[in-house]
């Protein structure tokens, strides 16, 4: 089992940028691909970005490349999302999620990920 806790968002002027982390308790993220998805109001959670074990492969959504960067920390067991440029539909409940590592998944999609934390608002004002 593995217990995903997110933290760092908030309320940012259109422009302005938040580090997301997500901290994990239960086993080390190194057997795990780890990823951001992220939900606003009414509809589905979308996939943003995905990091492998190893931090060597880092794809993004095309709605945030070149504004957010996914890392990990494996030696403090965290994953970061670092949000720059930040714009009002950028708003939602983000969240994180580990998957364990298997060659069938690409992981960009929910059912790719086996454990999810409880979300962290991030709201974007114009």
């Known amino acids: 089992q593995v217990q995903l806790v997110e933290s760092g968002g908030g309320l940012v002027q259109a422009g302005g940028s938040l580090r997301l982390s997500c901290a994990a308790s239960g086993r080390f993220l190194t057997s795990y691909q780890m990823g951001w998805f992220r939900q606003a109001p009414g509809k589905e959670r979308n996939f943003v970005a995905t990091i492998s074990y190893s931090g060597g492969s880092t794809p993004y959504a095309d709605s945030v490349k070149g504004r957010f960067t996914i890392s990990r920390d494996n030696a403090k067991n965290t994953v970061y999302l670092q949000m720059n440029s930040l714009k009002p539909e950028d708003t939602a409940v983000y969240y994180c999620?580990?998957?364990?590592?298997?060659?069938?998944?690409?992981?960009?999609?929910?059912?790719?990920?086996?454990?999810w934390g409880q979300g962290t608002q991030v709201t974007v004002s114009s």
């Open positions: 999620a580990a998957g364990t590592l298997r060659a069938s998944r690409g992981y960009y999609y929910r059912g790719d990920y086996d454990y």
